[in-house]
């Protein structure tokens, strides 16, 4: 089993070959976050500090114990309006324009296999034994409920997110914030945290800065995740390398707009989220209706970031690319955009693809400029009717 529930202490295991991620029911049926590392057993809920910070709002069940308050906790989903000022995971707005929401944890559920998401893109179960642990949260008085999926794929040590927002409720609501993945890390040491940035023809450009008191934001609002800023986000010790180190990885699934946040707030701990970018984000939920959120896959590595790319290229090629021949030796090509850009014809890719045999090369790709007048990037997208002149032959 890869998901372990502990009845006496209240805490749920998540376990891969490799690592472990801890929750815990706490006290009011707050979820809280305990542990994400290398592989542990037992309760890591001694983690956990709980002393008078000052001016750190209590929920009323807390009563005259300021020791308990959701602005220091490590929640594993937090929401805006009960509490806790950090940056939140998930906002909702009532139909009487009021934001506001008190998640407590009602059940959960483990289930053999992968979760999937209706009509969005997420990992698959393939010849690996998946679990998924399923954790009901709910707001009674908002009429909100929202359940956190998580899939473990213990042998490429990734564990996936996502959520699922239900208005149970008679009256309209609007969610204007759902991130799905949130993860708050306890009186951490020195961190960076490492972006990959960049622009058209520089993408990917890796950028390392300190977790500092401000928060570290990237993301899009171009309509897809763009060429800007990749959603993919490693927070590491500041001594990690390419073979040495902790680092953690959080990977977005999704192609569309995106917002990817670490902060470092006042008690130490560190939060880091990553889900749909909520900038002008409404959508509205009526009686009954759900919103599912996009998949982020988190991956954890105390081998530096060697390590880290191999868990999550194995993860990608075994369970989200989806073609038949995934296992099979790609050919090695040669693309005739680099070779010659608009300026070609049919000699000219001849004489490309001669050269290239004679390195091994097995295939030419012929790129833009083959279709309608198109010898710059100002004409002809959309006339897909091959330029026979330019070419001298059809396709």
């Known amino acids: 089993?890869?998901?372990?529930?502990?009845?006496?202490?209240?805490?749920?295991?998540?376990?891969?070959?490799?690592?472990?991620?801890?929750?815990?029911?706490?006290?009011?049926?707050?979820?809280?976050?305990?542990?994400?590392?290398?592989?542990?057993?037992?309760?890591?809920?001694?983690?956990?500090?709980?002393?008078?910070?000052?001016?750190?709002?209590?929920?009323?069940?807390?009563?005259?114990?300021?020791?308990?308050?959701?602005?220091?906790?490590?929640?594993?989903?937090?929401?805006?309006?009960?509490?806790?000022?950090?940056?939140?995971?998930f906002s909702v707005k009532n139909v009487e324009g009021v934001y506001g929401c008190d998640l407590r944890y009602v059940n959960h559920e483990i289930i053999e296999g992968k979760y999937t998401i209706p009509g969005l893109p997420s990992a698959f179960e393939e010849n690996d034994e998946v679990e998924t642990l399923k954790v009901e949260l709910e707001?009674?008085?908002?009429?909100?409920?929202?359940?956190?999926?998580?899939?473990?794929?213990?042998?490429?040590?990734?564990?996936?997110?996502?959520?699922?927002?239900?208005?149970?409720?008679?009256?309209?609501?609007?969610?204007?914030?759902a991130f799905s993945a949130s993860l708050d890390i306890l009186n951490s040491d020195e961190l960076d945290v490492i972006t990959f940035n960049g622009r058209h023809g520089m993408e990917r450009c890796v950028e390392r800065v300190p977790v500092g008191k401000g928060a570290v934001t990237i993301g899009s609002r171009r309509g897809t995740s763009s060429h800007h800023h990749n959603p993919f986000v490693i927070l590491c010790d500041k001594t990690a390398g390419e073979n040495n180190g902790n680092c953690i990885g959080m990977l977005f699934l999704y192609s569309g707009n995106f917002r990817a946040e670490v902060f470092r707030e006042y008690t130490g701990s560190v939060r880091m989220m990553m889900g749909i970018q909520d900038d002008m984000f409404e959508y509205p939920l009526g009686k009954g209706e759900k919103f599912y959120?996009?998949?982020?896959?988190?991956?954890?590595?105390?081998?530096?970031?060697?390590?880290?790319?191999?868990?999550?290229?194995?993860?990608?090629?075994?369970?989200?690319?989806?073609?038949?021949?995934?296992?099979?030796?790609?050919?090695?090509?040669?693309?005739?955009?680099?070779?010659?850009?608009?300026?070609?014809?049919?000699?000219?890719?001849?004489?490309?693809?001669?050269?290239?045999?004679?390195?091994?090369?097995?295939m030419l790709v012929l790129d833009d400029g083959w279709f309608g007048n198109r010898n710059d990037d100002n004409t002809s997208l959309g006339d897909w009717n091959v330029n026979e002149s330019k070419l001298g032959c059809s396709m």
């Open 293 to 362: 959120a996009p998949e982020a896959a988190l991956c954890y590595s105390n081998r530096g970031f060697t390590e880290l790319s191999h868990r999550y290229h194995e993860f990608i090629n075994d369970n989200v690319i989806r073609v038949p021949e995934n296992d099979e030796v790609r050919p090695i090509l040669v693309n005739s955009w680099e070779a010659a850009f608009f300026d070609f014809d049919k000699n000219k890719l001849l004489k490309l693809a001669d050269n290239a045999k004679e390195l091994g090369v097995e």
């Open 139 to 177: 707001d009674n008085a908002a009429k909100v409920s929202v359940t956190l999926l998580y899939g473990v794929f213990s042998k490429h040590d990734v564990i996936t997110r996502t959520v699922v927002i239900e208005n149970i409720g008679k009256d309209e609501i609007k969610v204007c914030r």
């Open 1 to 89: 089993m890869s998901i372990i529930f502990d009845k006496t202490n209240k805490t749920i295991t998540l376990n891969t070959d490799n690592t472990t991620y801890q929750m815990v029911i706490g006290k009011f049926d707050y979820l809280l976050h305990l542990y994400y590392g290398p592989k542990v057993s037992g309760d890591m809920s001694y983690l956990l500090q709980m002393y008078d910070r000052g001016f750190s709002g209590n929920p009323s069940d807390a009563g005259t114990d300021r020791t308990f308050s959701l602005d220091t906790l490590p929640l594993e989903f937090s929401a805006y309006g009960n509490g806790d000022y950090r940056d939140s995971s």
